[in-house]
């Protein structure tokens, strides 16, 4: 399916954020908000790793699928934790490639692949993985019900899909909504709620957890990090960068701190 400008240009963009990831002062950041020693793309700390692995209940036998899967956080935790095999599918090769790296370093490519590939068209037969996760990607992603479709039918009819996603909160006022969209990812509107399309796709929703103080918490992390690794970051990005990514995080944190945006944690089963 052929992409927007935007999503191209979005694409692009985590290419570089990627690579710059491979930085020691941005791995010291996302170690000290996430705890999770991967390079790392989403909100997860490693708590919410350790909460989705007891809602997958993987072993050796299974084998998961990991949607916008990024530089493999936590794709990879999960599978070492649980052995199962593991396939990390994402647009952007950068992301892949470290994931690959990391695999390797970890001795667990033998049961990790890496695909190039979209969430909207996976390529793969219908009923294949026993479970799939995602990771604060549907919010980056215009089709997101195309997504939920697609990840219906490539999973088997017992298994179970875990993910995260940010949302802005219904029923705000046009300035708050417009504040709220401001601080958002790059795709976060949608015309129906995340229940709604869920039962629209055929799933069924088993738990829906409400994560925006941990995400709160987390951007405070951020903020904090970022501070005490102020010079060395100024010398990596540049200060007008620097500058406009402090007001960023802040008004992030703003946002959420009113109840603008939300972020929760779905697992959920086919119907």
């Not at 927007?4 to 930085?23: G, H, L, P």
């Not at 049961?111 to 969430?119: P, S």
């Not at 960068?241 to 701190?257: D, Q, R, T």
């Amino acid at each position: 399916m052929k992409r927007s400008v935007k999503e191209i240009s979005q694409v692009a963009r985590f290419e570089t954020d990627y690579e710059a990831a491979r930085s020691p002062i941005i791995q010291t950041i996302t170690n000290n908000v996430c705890g999770c020693g991967y390079v790392g793309s989403s909100w997860t700390t490693r708590s919410e790793a350790e909460e989705i692995l007891k809602h997958l209940e993987l072993d050796r036998s299974d084998n998961l699928l990991d949607v916008g899967a990024g530089a493999g956080w936590p794709g990879l935790y999960l599978t070492n934790q649980s052995g199962c095999k593991l396939t990390l599918l994402d647009l952007p090769v950068a992301g892949l490639r470290i994931a690959r790296e990391r695999a390797d370093t970890d001795g667990i490519s033998n049961r990790v692949q890496t695909i190039v590939g979209d969430g909207t068209n996976l390529p793969f037969p219908s009923h294949h993985f026993s479970a799939v996760s995602h990771s604060d990607v549907l919010c980056c992603l215009p089709r997101k019900l195309d997504v939920l479709n697609e990840c219906r039918r490539v999973i088997k009819g017992n298994g179970c899909m875990v993910f995260t996603v940010i949302s802005i909160v219904p029923g705000l006022s046009h300035v708050d909504f417009k504040k709220a969209l401001m601080f958002s990812p790059g795709f976060v509107e949608s015309d129906s709620d995340y229940h709604s399309m869920l039962l629209s796709a055929g799933w069924s929703i088993i738990r829906c957890r409400d994560i925006t103080k941990e995400f709160k918490e987390s951007c405070e992390r951020m903020i904090k990090a970022e501070s005490e690794q102020e010079p060395g970051l100024r010398r990596l990005i540049g200060n007008k960068e620097f500058e406009e990514g402090s007001a960023i995080w802040k008004g992030k944190l703003s946002a959420i701190k009113k109840r603008l945006l939300r972020r929760e944690l779905f697992v959920v089963k086919p119907s």
